[in-house]
């Protein structure tokens, strides 16, 4: 496992160009973009500038050609692809933009599903951790037993933001996550992401084209401006 950069850093990117397979231009093109241990980051653009694209590279669901990025030292594109899906298991926690629930799994299965895949994650889980964390997105009790494809859109996505957070993994990426929620839910769903973060000490990277949510994080971003592929294009 790499150690040659800084260990104050959650995540690092320097020289990062990426294409799809087929095209001839880049979707993203970053110089560099470094990410401290604990920050929450909130990166902001318009639909189609790449953010979903920056948040898979960042953890290793895709990996770039060209240039660098690492996760807590470690080199995505140093690792085998099982390696990858074990180093993203022990130490990132994701929600994803179409949740990735398994649907015949009951709500309470899916939370606790990063646990069954991560022998670390399971070591720092609290017993009733899930429970705790279901309590905290608002999602009432009758419906944890239930399979998550019974769950309205809304629904799924606490669903999937309370998988993410349990076993205090060091990074959580967020991807649009608040996309189906009304304005209370989600205020209460950024106290609950926000809180559990800080309480575990995890570097948070969240994306939304929902500028309101700025003001709630340490740092901002726009994609866009930092994105030198945007700008020839």
């Known amino acids: 496992m790499s150690t040659t950069s800084d260990p104050g850093l959650a995540l690092a990117l320097n020289g990062l160009r990426f294409r799809w397979p087929g095209t001839d231009h880049e979707v993203l093109d970053i110089e560099a973009l470094q990410v401290p241990r604990g920050q929450t980051l909130f990166v902001r653009g318009p639909s189609g500038c790449g953010k979903s694209t920056l948040l898979s590279l960042l953890a290793g669901v895709l990996v770039a050609r060209d240039g660098q990025v690492q996760a ?5 594109s140093a ?3 099982s390696r990858r899906d074990r180093f993203r298991a022990d130490h990132l926690g994701y ?3 179409q949740f990735n629930l398994l ?7 899916n939370v606790r599903l990063p646990c069954r895949f991560s022998p670390r994650r399971a070591a720092r889980t609290a017993a009733g951790a899930a429970e705790s964390l279901l309590s905290r997105t608002g999602l009432p009790e009758r419906h944890w037993r239930r399979s998550a494809g019974e769950l309205s859109i809304g629904q799924q996505q606490r669903v999937a933001a309370a ?5 205090q993994p060091e990074i959580v990426i967020a991807d649009e996550p608040t996309s189906a929620l009304d304005e209370p839910l989600r205020e209460a769903f950024m106290d609950l992401l926000l809180g559990a973060c800080a309480e575990a000490g995890s570097t948070l990277v969240f994306v939304s084209h929902d500028a309101r949510l700025a003001e ?3 740092r901002v971003v726009d994609l866009p401006t930092l994105n030198r592929a945007a700008v020839v294009a």
């Open 103 to 109: 649907p015949y799994l009951s709500v309470l299965d």
């Open 163 to 167: 998988r993410a957070l349990i076993g």
């Open 216 to 218: 709630r994080f340490e």
């Open 95 to 97: 929600i994803f933009q």
């Open 72 to 76: 807590l030292g470690q080199s995505w």
């Open 79 to 81: 690792l085998s692809p």
